[in-house]
């Protein structure tokens, strides 16, 4: 399991084409509250990264979706039940 970026994943499912993407995300919403929330980046900042956010998911391809607007245990368990049935399914 990788942690990566958005915008070089394009390039990591050429170079790895059995790669299974789980993109985490949230609404525009609950990115700008959490973000407002952390203080380290101002107005035009948050617009910014979400309006860059956007954007790079628009490309994405072939990536299961783990939407992360709730508590975070909640797409925790989600992720850890994937991770789970895919190793399964690898066996």
């Known amino acids: 399991m990788v942690n ?5 994943l394009p390039v990591a499912q050429r170079l790895y084409p ?3 993407a789980i993109l985490v ?3 525009p919403e609950a ?4 973000l407002v929330g952390r203080g380290r980046e101002n107005t035009e900042e948050i617009a910014n990264r979400i309006a860059r956010t956007a954007e790079l998911n628009t490309n994405l391809e072939n990536c299961i ?4 607007d709730g508590a975070i245990e909640l797409a925790g368990n989600e992720l850890v039940n994937l991770i789970s049935v895919t190793e399964k399914q690898m066996a």
């Open 4 to 8: 990566g970026s958005r915008e070089y």
């Open 65 to 68: 979706e783990i939407q992360n």
């Open 31 to 34: 990115i700008a509250s959490r």
């Open 25 to 27: 995300t949230a609404s």
């Open 18 to 20: 059995d790669l299974i």
